[in-house]
């Protein structure tokens, strides 16, 4: 017996516009179902709209606009059949628009940015949004404020608030076609504009880890939500760094779950970000003895802080404020750029649990040393630093000075989140996308352009920092190229290394600049082949450029943790790292990438041929670093251990983690402890 239909669809309008012949004719000419890199997408925005007729029928509208006009617009009915369950009518409302999205991109050779999604369509497509993110591409951002215009013919206007919302959704992306941050009065960071911005499922992240991970998490959560607990984190920038990426994405998922967080961020100065900037190079020894904080500089950052604090935080209700006074139940100071914020929220509520995260090395020899420009940085942050009730460190035992408690000592990794931009598994169609916007930056800065995918690459994706190593990729990927005099030049891999910027981050240009200068002095035989590019804020294009690489390098002097390992290994790349901070917790030597001495290039270039050479060891490599990556450098990973601590310190409760990682004590309390057989980072480092 035949399958009764489940639902038709009756085209009211159809789309109108059409796409220039010359792309039609290029890409049928090419193969039919595959983008040229080569080709140049129109960009578009989108509005989703719909009416539910009756119970068995709705009337989807969508609309298309191009950044000024609204070029066209497509109204549909579509017939669900009586005997479909209301999940299933959901599915067929999601596949629908789904399918038409992809057809009317793939007609009109065009990339889907954003798209506008009523309230309405939202609840009658669950799903539909973190489609929209996860198989198509599109940022879908959900408008509340949205009613049909004329009651007495709302199906008929459907189309009309389809192309509201996709107006309002172009009003959320600034000039560089990514969503503006938001950030209200009080300097918070509104996360995904406030949660306007819809990726992910809950069933997304459940999905996402492993099964004991998730329910750990969950029972965190309810412990939290019940008490009613405000946890507060403060750090120094709101986008740009691996803080605000773990910051973003842990409140993506937390406040999804109905968790009370939120984030603040200080009011910007550029003076203060450079002797900050300076302090982190100290600290870490990547810069020499010579350079040094004076206290006129030291004090430009504790006036800073207290200014931000008095203008924002110690208002009425304001995080700062003691909990009795509506302020935060456990503050974390998520960033060593404002320890004063510790002794700022002591004196507001000396008994409210302060926990002070450092993300960088803090070397210990350079500390000890008697009139150093490491002491004297780091005697100023003691003063606050020592007041917090715990320090969280990378879970490296030489990041943290012996001036710290060894009870208040605790361990945690940096994450990531394979659920956003940066890592999530894109489409062909967009892949090409990005690497075509990347040939369009280099062909704008006039530099080499990239063959892939006519010839294989290698990556480092990293800020321009004195301490990730860029000059030894450089002489490593030379001397690699010379082991390969035989083989056809243009047919040899080529490298790759680019980066975001952040805003408190003035090494940049400095950096980018000595690195252009190398190649040309040193190694011009090879410029041609060598792409340095500083890349714009859009996480896709740096995802796109590791998910097409063959190699991935992260050859640091000087590392905290750096998960650009782990998102990497993700992926099923090989990576070839120095022996630097936290790096050697990630990769499993031999099996999962190489593990080399800071500056060795010949180790290096070996390693580089052996995985261009030898086939089956590159699968190998690759299966094995795909399915070993630990939950614990994940967003839901990250959540369970900050949860754990708030619920654990909060109202009057104590903690002495004595030198453990966080993560063991809250699978542990949470009665779900690792089992054998699942992937979790060593330990060896911390002890």
């Not at 999804?256 to 910007?268: L, S």
């Not at 030379?478 to 243009?490: G, I, V």
């Not at 952040?502 to 410029?527: K, N």
């Not at 995985?611 to 060891?617: A, G, H, P, Q, V």
């Amino acid at each position: 017996m035949a399958q009764q239909q489940k639902s038709s669809v009756e085209t009211k309008h159809e789309f109108v516009s059409a796409p220039p012949e010359h792309h039609k004719r290029r890409q049928s000419v090419a193969q039919p179902d595959v983008l040229d890199v080569e080709t140049s997408l129109s960009e578009l925005w989108a509005g989703l709209a719909i009416y539910k007729k009756n119970d068995t029928e709705v009337a989807v509208g969508t609309a298309i606009h191009d950044g000024t006009y609204s070029v066209d617009f497509a109204v549909q009915n579509l017939r669900l059949s009586k005997d479909s369950s209301e999940e299933e009518q959901r599915r067929m409302v999601e596949d629908h628009i789904i399918s038409s999205l992809a057809k009317y991109r793939k007609d009109h050779v065009c990339k889907l940015l954003g798209a506008g999604v009523t309230a309405e369509l939202d609840s009658a497509g669950p799903h539909l949004c973190s489609r929209l993110w996860s198989e198509l591409d599109i940022v879908p951002v959900v408008f509340k404020d949205t009613a049909i215009m004329d009651q007495e013919a709302p199906a008929e206007n459907v189309d009309e608030l389809a192309d509201s919302v996709a107006r309002k959704c172009l009003a959320v992306f600034g000039p560089t076609k990514q969503p503006r941050i938001a950030i209200n009065y009080r300097n918070e960071v509104q996360v995904d504009r406030a949660g306007q911005i819809r990726l992910s499922t809950r069933e997304d992240y459940q999905e996402s880890v492993r099964e004991p991970t998730w329910r750990a998490v969950q029972k965190y959560i309810k412990d939290v939500k019940d008490r009613n607990l405000r946890m507060v984190f403060f750090s120094a920038t709101p986008q740009g760094g691996g803080v605000a990426l773990m910051r973003h994405a842990l409140l993506r998922f937390l406040q999804r779950e109905g968790v009370n967080i939120e984030w603040f961020v200080p009011k910007p100065r550029p003076d203060v970000f450079r002797i900050t900037k300076t302090n982190h190079n100290i600290l870490q020894g990547a810069v020499g003895p010579e350079v040094r904080a004076t206290d006129e500089q030291l004090g430009k950052i504790t006036s800073w802080i207290k200014d931000n604090a008095e203008r924002y935080w110690l208002k009425d209700k304001g995080p700062l404020k003691p909990p009795s006074e509506g302020g935060a139940d456990v503050i974390f100071v998520d960033d060593p750029q404002m320890p004063e914020l510790i002794s700022i929220a002591k004196e507001q509520d000396p008994n409210r649990p302060v926990l002070f995260r450092s993300h960088i090395e803090v070397r210990d020899d350079l500390v000890q040393e008697e009139g150093s420009a490491a002491q004297h940085v780091w005697k100023y942050m003691w003063e606050s630093v020592k007041k917090a009730d715990m320090f969280i460190s990378h879970p490296v035992r030489t990041f943290v000075p012996s001036d710290v408690r060894p009870t208040e000592l605790a361990w945690l990794p940096a994450t990531t989140d394979w659920l956003d931009g940066l890592n999530k598994n894109m489409q062909d169609w967009d892949v090409k996308y990005y690497l075509h916007t990347l040939r369009q930056t280099c062909r704008a800065q006039g530099l080499p352009q990239l063959a892939y995918p006519e010839r294989p690459y290698i990556t480092q994706i990293a800020r321009f920092d004195p301490s990730k190593g860029i000059p030894d990729v450089i002489k490593s990927y030379a001397k690699f190229r010379d082991m390969l005099q035989d083989a056809p030049a243009e047919q040899a891999a080529q490298l790759v290394i680019c980066g975001h910027s952040s805003i408190d981050d003035p090494d940049g240009s400095m950096i980018y600049d000595q690195t252009m200068s190398l190649i040309h002095d040193q190694f011009s035989q090879y410029q041609d082949d060598i792409i340095v590019v500083r890349l714009g804020p859009s996480d896709q294009l740096l995802n796109a450029i590791l998910s097409m690489s063959m190699v991935a390098l992260q050859l640091s002097t000087r590392e905290g943790f750096e998960v650009k390992v782990s998102e990497a290994l993700h992926k099923g790349k090989p990576v070839i790292a120095t022996q630097a901070g936290g790096i050697p917790l990630q990769i499993e030597h031999g099996k999962s990438g190489y593990l080399v001495p800071r500056g060795d290039h010949d180790a290096v270039a070996k390693h580089l041929h052996d995985l261009f050479t030898d086939e089956r060891l590159y699968e190998e490599m690759s299966s094995y670093a795909k399915h070993h990556v630990s939950d614990e450098v994940h967003t839901v990973g990250n959540a369970l251990s900050w949860l754990y601590l708030a619920s654990s310190v909060a109202g009057g409760k104590s903690l002495q983690p004595n030198g453990r990682w966080v993560n063991d004590m809250a699978r542990e309390a949470a009665n779900e402890p690792y089992g054998d057989d699942e992937p979790r980072l060593p330990r060896h480092l911390s002890t």
